[in-house]
């Protein structure tokens, strides 16, 4: 199994997920796409974060979402 993408640290951010590797709030990248910027906005402001990162934390919450609604 891979390694998630999205992590959990209480060292880090007092805990808030972030991408693994970062310190970049997976919220970050919610909140860019909610106030209509693209991924490729949110990776210039964000470095650390690769494209592969983002779409797959975002197919991850996609899964999960989709899985929770049944």
Request: cysteine-free; aromatic content about 8%.
């Amino acid at each position: 199994m891979a390694e998630p993408i999205i992590v959990r640290d209480p060292e880090i951010l007092g805990g808030e997920p972030i991408f693994r590797g970062t310190r970049v709030p997976f919220q970050a990248l919610l909140d860019y796409l909610e106030s209509g910027d693209t991924i490729e906005e949110f990776l210039h402001q964000f470095p650390t974060v690769t494209r592969d990162m983002a779409i797959a934390a975002l197919e991850r919450a996609k899964e999960s979402l989709l899985a929770s609604i049944g």
